[in-house]
């Protein structure tokens, strides 16, 4: 059982690079998290099985970002030394078992997960879903229990993964005994960063639209984007009073900058709430406020760029960190499964009364 330690597990899929939506929804607050020197241990995952739920037939895609999603890590803040960056599929364990928390979920409870269905309607499966990613929230809650995560800080998507988790907990506790850990979600406490919408204001940033500012955009590429984004269709002259409701980036904005970037880069507004309210009179155009948020997002991301720079020259020591966090996390899953198996009593081998119970027939 749990010893009381603070422990983290979170992850994201490498099915593309990681964009600023990653970033404030979950990467900013892991790194937060994890220099608060709070936590005992910390597991960050690429979760590449669960990515090829709806990739079974582009394999090559998730290999090729495995490593440019271990870059976005890096170079956003998560220090080896205090983080196990680990990928999924080298923890068989995780398979293991989601296969016996599969017997404790059933099918009309997986049809009800809002997430799931959301996806299934994006990516057009209609009735052809792969069984792998129709199960991924068991497979999720595989990944959060095999670590006893106390904390999971993702994105407003995640909360039915971690409800559904949460069940598997209470379900697996009450009929095999107190085994696995109760996990909480840790949602980001900024309202703008719960789910970041697109450049194009669709409702969230994501890398399968091509509606994303990435970490690793080059200066130029991240300019373009802003001065380009979508704003208030109705606000066509200067002078014309504006919309906030809907306009990406006012949410942007929300979601990146604080008093001292009106101080460095627009002097003439204290705060977010005096631009705001010059925008709805009208008699402030687009464009101003594009190159202000343009300079608020070059201020963060260009640290982020040259670390990733730097890390970009030793493909190998990432290629170790990722050896070694892959390590970490088997032997801490192999940990747990033997207690589940414990408490399931299907450990014959480990467990010498089974033995004597079979002569005592
Ligand atoms: P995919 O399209 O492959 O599902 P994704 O962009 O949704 O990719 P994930 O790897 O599924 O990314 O999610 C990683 C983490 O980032 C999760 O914690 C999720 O909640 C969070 N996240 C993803 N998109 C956003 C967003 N637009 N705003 C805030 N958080 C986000
Ligand atoms: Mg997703």
Redesign the pocket.
């Known amino acids: 059982m749990a010893e009381n330690k603070k422990i983290i597990l979170?992850?994201?899929?490498?099915?593309?690079k990681?964009?600023i939506?990653?970033?404030?929804?979950?990467?900013k607050r892991r790194v937060e998290l994890q220099n608060s020197g709070e936590f005992d241990e910390i597991y960050i995952m690429l979760?590449d099985a669960?990515?090829l739920t709806?990739?079974a037939d582009n394999p090559a895609k998730i290999r090729d970002n495995i490593m440019e999603?271990a870059l976005d890590y890096l170079s956003v803040g998560i220090d080896p030394a205090k983080s196990n960056i680990f990928i999924q599929s080298h923890v068989a364990e995780l398979t293991e078992l989601s296969f016996y928390y599969m017997n404790l979920v059933t099918v009309s409870r997986l049809q009800r997960n809002p997430t799931v269905k959301a996806?299934i309607q994006?990516r057009n499966f209609e009735t052809s879903i792969p069984v792998g990613f129709f199960t991924y929230p068991i497979s999720q809650a595989a990944d959060i229990t095999a670590f006893k995560a106390t904390v999971v800080?993702?994105?407003?998507?995640?909360m039915p993964m971690l409800e559904q988790t949460k069940e598997i907990v209470h379900k697996f506790n009450a009929v095999y005994g107190e085994t696995l850990v109760d996990p909480q979600i840790l949602l980001?406490s900024n309202k703008a960063?719960?789910?970041?919408?697109?450049t194009d204001g669709k409702a969230?940033?994501?890398?399968?639209?091509g509606n994303?500012i990435y970490l690793a955009d080059t200066e130029a590429d991240v300019k373009k984007k802003v001065m380009s984004m979508f704003t208030d269709p109705d606000h066509i002259r200067v002078e014309d009073p504006g919309k906030l409701e809907g306009n990406t980036v006012f949410t942007y904005l929300d979601a990146f900058c604080n008093e001292d970037h009106f101080a460095e880069y627009l002097p003439d507004y204290a705060n977010l709430d005096e631009l705001k309210a010059h925008y709805q009179r009208g008699g402030l155009g687009d464009v101003k406020v594009k190159k202000f948020l343009n300079n608020v997002l070059q201020e963060e991301l260009s640290p982020i760029r040259a670390r990733r720079a730097e890390y970009e020259k030793n493909i190998e020591a990432v290629y170790e960190i990722l050896k070694k966090g892959s390590e970490a996390a088997s032997a801490k899953a192999a940990e747990t499964l033997r207690e589940v198996k414990a408490a399931m009593k299907i450990n014959y081998f480990d467990d010498p009364t089974f033995l004597e119970e079979q002569k005592r027939k």
């Open positions: 979170t992850g994201d899929r490498p099915t593309g990681l964009h939506g990653h970033y404030v929804g979950s990467l979760a669960q990515a709806d990739n999603v996806e994006m800080p993702v994105g407003e998507d995640q980001p960063c719960l789910r970041l919408p697109g969230k940033m994501s890398k399968s639209l994303a």
